[in-house]
């Protein structure tokens, strides 16, 4: 059974910083690429960043870039997201997801596997 767990959500001040994790188990999950994903209340999941299976390849969305940073350690089944510079707007549910596709993807409709999600709330 493949799971995708997120943590290290919670509440910060803006301005703060927080690290996310995603672990997998059930699945190789260095064979996966891995995106974060996070949905506000009332709004539609959105894209924040994606690594390559290698951790050679990054993308991000303009609204997270510089500061936001995802990293993944081979041979580690965890993934990170760090996040600084925090503004009430990040508030949301972080997702993870994993994707078996060669190139990083921003849509949702293309990963494969989702975890449960981690809120994270940034009070200004």
């Known amino acids: 059974q493949v799971q995708l767990v997120e943590s290290g959500g919670g509440l910060v001040q803006a301005g703060g910083s927080l690290r996310l994790s995603c672990a997998a188990s059930?699945?190789?999950?260095?064979?996966?690429?891995v995106g974060w994903f996070r949905q506000a209340p009332g709004k539609e999941r959105e894209f924040v960043a994606a690594?390559?299976?290698?951790?050679?390849?990054?993308y991000y969305a303009d609204s997270v870039k510089g500061r936001f940073t995802i990293s993944r350690v081979i041979g580690v089944n965890t993934v990170y997201l760090e996040m600084s510079s925090l503004k009430p707007e990040d508030t949301a549910v972080y997702y993870c997801?994993?994707?078996?596709?060669?190139?990083?993807?921003?849509?949702?409709?293309?990963?494969?596997?989702w975890g449960q999600g981690t809120q994270v709330t940034v009070s200004s």
């Open positions: 690594i390559s299976w290698s951790g050679g390849s990054v």
């Open positions: 059930g699945i190789i999950f260095s064979r996966y690429a």
């Open positions: 997801a994993a994707d078996m596709g060669s190139v990083l993807r921003s849509s949702s409709n293309e990963y494969d596997y």
